[in-house]
């Protein structure tokens, strides 16, 4: 981990392969996972609730976009990156100026998107 502390992690991925490999991945980076949901309603339970730093966010959840979640995470401060295969063309208005990770991603662009996430939450 460069110059990063250990944050508290909230992942929100339906699909399961792609959470353990991002988990896997924040965990050699030095983050803690403290939570995961691949539903919406469980994310967004997780987002009023848990004691997070950042989050990483699915747009689509089993066809329901991870909007929400984003809403409820920026009311309480909490920054946040979003994750998609589509690049920044899947983020709709409002939201397009939030990093954006493209599936599939390796380390060092988890590793840059965070940085900028921490930076810009300061």
Known sequence: MT??????????EDEVLIAMNLEDM????????VG???????????ARESDIDFAVLDINLAGKKSFPVADILSERGIPFAFATGNGPEGLMDGYR???????PYAQADLERTIA??????T
């Open 36 to 46: 995961q949901a691949t539903r919406i309603e469980l994310a967004m339970d997780l």
């Open 3 to 12: 110059g990063q502390t250990a944050k508290r992690v909230l992942i929100v």
């Open 116 to 121: 900028q996430v921490l930076r810009g939450s």
């Open 97 to 103: 100026d939030f990093p954006a990770l493209q599936k």
């Open 26 to 33: 924040l965990n050699d980076l030095g983050h803690e996972v």
